[in-house]
Every structure is written in C-alpha cells, then in structure tokens.
C-alpha cells in the first residue's frame, strides 16, 4: 500500500510493520525540496501516528539521490529582492519543525548526495544512516546566502560550533565516512544492500515499547537545548518517568524479558 503525495514528488508507504517510509521522488531536480514535497511533509508528519500506528519514519530519497536541497531554480532573479520575506517565509521551516516533532524516532536514510536543505532534512532525524559514495554539504558561501538561524542551531547542536563553521564557512562536500567521523551521520553502510539494511533498523527500532520512546525523545529534545529547565519542564520529567513505572507496557516488557520473547505493547 502506497500513496502519493504532492503530484508523486513524495511517496508514502508502509515497507514493515509500525514503519512508514517517506521518499522523495523528484529525480528530475535530484529530489529537490519544492513547494509541494514541503507541504507535504508538513501535513503527512502531522498526522502518521493517528490510525496506522507508526513507531519509526524512514525519509530516504529515490534513486542516486536523497536531496540536493531547496529548490531555487525556478525563482526568477527580479524575485529575490522584492520578495525577500515571502521566500524566507516558505515552508520550508514548516516542513522541518514537523519532522522534529514528530514523536517516535524517525530515520534518515541518506540513499546518496545530500546537499543544502536536504542536509538539514537529516539531521532533523533522529538517526541517520549515509551509503558509502554519498557527498554531503552546505552550499551557502557558493550561493551568497546567509542560512536561516534555526538551521544554523540545529547544526551546532549536532556537531558542535567548530564543525558548523566548518561545513558552511567552505562550502566544501565532504564524503560519507568523514560525515560519520564529524558527527552529521551515525553510521556509514554499503550502498548494496542499503534498502534492506534500512528496513532491518527501522523493524528493529519499531518493535520497542512506543512509550518508551515517545518519553525518552520527549526527554532528550527537552535536555538537548543546553538550557536549564524550567521548574514545570523538570516537574514533567518526573511524572513522566513516574508513570512509566504503572504502565501496562513496563509490566508487559519485564513480564517479556523474562519469558525470552517479543513483547507484545499496548501503548498504555
């Protein structure tokens, strides 16, 4: 079962058992982000957890691409200054604060290239996993553009200040292995076989207790920020670790444990 999304620039479908997986299928353009496909994003990540349920996303593009980024190339130069605010506006942040958000782990399979906006696309991920051959970058020194500030701190986040500037202040592509050494990716694999390897992960990470990982991602993206927490985030912390401890799937997962086989979660 599959469905088709922004005129079949984004393809839905449901690869193993609590996964979906998202592909971008705009080979023309090497699977550059447009208008529709972040639309698209935006409203699928909305709402995949609500009916099927979905307990890991695979993003991954068709082809020998994942993405080569934001699509500019249909925006007539006269456009940039006039419409300046217009185009800082797209959806492209929509798109991207969807895919953070969404509450079960979500994995970037980084099928090939993957430059610009595609970047930031992964590491909106929670996991992400590059074939060897792959190039990533950031081509905004080549491009005159000044990134936008919530895609510069997701990259600090991820692999630090020093890197950011790095990546950004070059323009330089760097392969898939170096990308696994400075942190933008958590493993590198071979591109035979890459499909397979992706569904074993996925399969392996949706068959754990979704409460589980709901709080704990909750818990990590609180931390991440490098802030204090607020007396009421801490407080939700807490009770949220409390009522694991009376949850039907805690007893579920021991009662499992024990009996050496596959827990069978009730989300409760």
């Known amino acids: 079962m599959h469905r088709d999304l922004a005129h079949g620039k984004l393809i839905l479908d449901y690869p193993a058992e609590a996964v979906a997986r998202l592909t971008i299928h705009n080979s023309p353009k090497r699977n550059a982000l447009d208008h529709e496909i972040l639309d698209a994003f935006a409203e699928v990540m909305g ?15 068709h082809g020998h691409a994942f993405s080569a980024g934001y699509d500019i190339g249909n925006i007539p130069e006269a456009r940039f200054e006039r419409d300046a605010e217009a185009l800082v506006a797209h959806p492209f942040h929509e798109a991207m604060g969807a895919i953070s958000d969404y509450p079960y782990p979500t994995v970037a399979a980084l099928n090939g290239h993957c430059l610009g906006g595609g970047l930031e696309l ?4 929670d996991i992400r996993i ?9 081509p905004p020194a080549k491009l005159g553009l000044v990134y936008g500030h919530t895609g510069l701190a997701k990259f600090i986040e991820v692999i630090g200040a020093a890197r950011t500037r790095e ?5 330089r592509t760097v392969e898939a292995e170096r990308a696994e050494a400075i942190g933008l990716v958590h493993e590198t694999a071979p591109a035979a076989g890459f499909e397979e390897l992706i569904l074993e992960r996925a399969a392996e990470i949706a068959a754990n207790a979704p409460l589980s990982m709901r709080g704990n991602k909750q818990a990590i993206d609180l931390l991440a920020r490098g802030t204090e927490l607020t007396e009421p985030e801490e407080q939700a912390l807490i009770e949220l670790r409390r009522a694991c401890f009376g949850s039907e799937d805690m007893r579920e997962g021991i009662r499992a444990f024990a009996e050496k086989r596959p827990a069978r979660w009730l989300g409760r």
């Open 47 to 61: 709402r995949l957890d609500h009916g099927i349920k979905i307990r890991c996303v695979i993003i991954t593009g």
């Open 122 to 125: 992964a590491l909106r991920c």
């Open 130 to 138: 590059c074939a060897h051959g792959a190039k990533l970058g950031m």
């Open 167 to 171: 990546l950004f202040l070059s323009g």
